[in-house]
């Protein structure tokens, strides 16, 4: 209703409420490289096409008569009231989106009541962000650097600051190959984009010589190592657990099997995703992984799930499939940089009045209602 009544004022949105169309708009604000760093995908993108192919080809059954006119999104996940079953994915380097960057995304974010996932790329510190989201909900996304007291300052850091559930990202212990990046040779990292969360931490700092303000080659080229390669294996997860005494969720979990481990590793939960099809390209559309993954372990531990989420009805698609909540990526990184914390808010607010409307007119309460049934077969 408030965007037709501003309709009689004539007020428009700031910009489209079609989450499709995001993109498009966004392409027109973008430099070539931070446009291609976010659309972009690996590969021939052959993953990043499958993930939306795999919503396309399911469909919800609506349910009527059903009482829906009372409604409610609020979920519980990890033990957490949030008060619609979506977070805000974990994006890095958002400053090359808009000037405030992940500043402007938290109390975007914080306004809506929708958790934000803040990246260990973040090109804000932890302490910053966390600041800027006041009383927002929000969790900590860890990328494991190769050094022990840095994680565990980083940690530390985290929980000092509110995050109040840790997601640890294993996909990416390398970035993949990107064409589109590669062409452009566009990476923000090399340019200390991304690791303002690093540079301002006091056991990086003390291992060099100048400090990144007065030398900044030679603390990237500190930086890459720690994030890149990897000697973690299953049996390095109780060291994280023995660091952070909240809930772990692990992210970028494809395989069955793999979510069985992470349940015996007696972690909280799991983010089903192939990380936007950005790293392995051929890889199986992330929807596709939910329904066996669910039912591998979906009654022992929170299954959440990322990857081609655009529009309400694809919320209700994975919640369908039995995830518990979903992780909104690149939409809201285009509305950053279409508006700054504004257009985040766009959105957001958008996305949540979509899923409302549409969780209501397919027949349903509350997101715990959907079931693999209200879904046509593949
Ligand atoms: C990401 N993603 C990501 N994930 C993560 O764990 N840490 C990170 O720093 C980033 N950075 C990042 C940057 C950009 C530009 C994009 C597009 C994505 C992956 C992200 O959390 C999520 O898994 C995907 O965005 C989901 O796919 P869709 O919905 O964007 O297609």
């Known amino acids: 209703p408030e965007i037709y009544l501003n309709g009689l004022a004539e007020q428009t949105p700031p910009f489209t409420t079609d989450p499709t169309a995001l993109d498009a708009a966004a392409r027109e604000v973008l430099d070539d490289g931070p446009y291609w760093y976010v659309a972009g995908s690996a590969g021939s993108g052959a993953t990043d096409r499958a993930n939306r192919e795999a919503f396309d080809r399911r469909r919800l059954i609506p349910r009527m008569l059903t009482g829906a006119t009372e409604r409610s999104l609020r979920t519980t ?69 190769n050094d ?62 100048k400090s990144p303000e007065e030398d900044l080659m030679a603390a990237v080229l500190t930086w890459v190592p720690l994030y890149t390669g990897t000697d973690k294996t299953w049996d390095r997860l109780p060291f994280l657990r023995e660091h952070w ?54 009654d022992r531990i929170d299954v959440l799930f990322d990857s081609g989420v655009r529009t309400g009805a694809d919320v209700l698609k994975a919640l369908a499939l039995g995830a518990k909540a979903v992780l909104y990526g690149r939409p809201f990184a285009y509305g950053l940089a279409l508006g700054g914390e504004d257009g985040v808010r766009h959105v957001l607010r958008s996305l949540l009045a979509d899923l409302d409307l549409t969780l209501g007119l397919s027949g349903h309460r509350t997101p715990a209602e959907l079931r693999p049934g209200d879904l046509t077969p593949r």
Request: net charge negative.
């Open 77 to 145: 996940v990890l033990g957490q009231e949030l008060a619609a079953p979506v977070l805000l994915a974990p994006i890095g380097v958002q400053s090359i989106l808009h000037d405030d960057g992940e500043l402007a995304t938290a109390r975007a974010a914080a306004s809506v009541g929708v958790p934000m996932i803040l990246s260990t790329a973040s090109s804000h510190s932890i302490e910053d962000v966390a600041a800027a989201s006041g009383t927002g909900p929000r969790w900590y996304q860890l990328y494991w650097p």
């Open 245 to 298: 005494d909240g809930p772990i969720v692990l992210k970028g979990i494809q395989h069955p099997d793999d979510a069985r481990r992470a349940a015996d590793a007696g972690m909280d939960g799991i983010v089903v995703s192939n990380h936007g099809g950005r790293q392995v390209d051929g890889a199986i559309a992330s929807l596709d992984a939910l329904p066996e993954i669910v039912a591998a372990v979906g």
């Open 148 to 209: 022990d007291d840095l994680t565990v300052s980083l940690l530390d850091r985290a929980k000092k600051n509110g995050y109040t559930a840790l997601v640890v990202t294993l996909d990416t212990w390398t970035l993949a190959w990107r064409p589109h990046d590669l062409d452009l040779s566009y990476l923000p990292f090399i340019r200390g984009v991304g690791c303002a969360v690093t540079f301002s931490d006091p056991v990086f700092r003390a291992g060099l010589e």
